[in-house]
């Protein structure tokens, strides 16, 4: 899949990474969700191996912001930014670790 609209290049990556991410989104967003909003000031970690890392790394970005935002109500939450109005709070924050062999 390619980037973005409007006219730049955004964030490139091989489809089949980028449809296991919006399958896991799809699978997932409610009760991930659910459970933060359940355990307020837990923190949502995703992590993955080889294969798993990439697919993890898109799902933390689809849900750190965008129009996929994992967002709860109220003032709760993974401590994220979340700025803009409506009591909404960011319930994801995306940090990408690496490590030699």
């Keep these: 899949g390619g980037g973005g609209g409007g006219g730049g290049v955004g964030p490139m990556c ?39 890392a990439g ?12 129009p996929n935002q994992l967002t709860m109500s109220g003032g709760g939450g993974g401590g994220g930014g979340g700025g803009g109005g409506g009591g909404k709070t960011t319930a994801v924050q995306g940090h990408c670790y690496a490590s030699a062999p």
Excluded at 20 to 46: I, K, S, Y
Excluded at 55 to 66: H, I, K, Q
């Design 55 to 66: 697919v993890a790394t898109l799902l933390a970005l689809r849900w750190a912001r965008g």
């Design 14 to 52: 091989h489809d089949g990474f980028q449809q296991a991410a919006a399958r896991l989104d799809e699978l997932l967003r409610d009760d991930v969700l659910a459970a933060l909003e359940t355990h307020p000031g837990f923190v949502l970690r995703l992590s993955g191996h080889s294969l798993g």
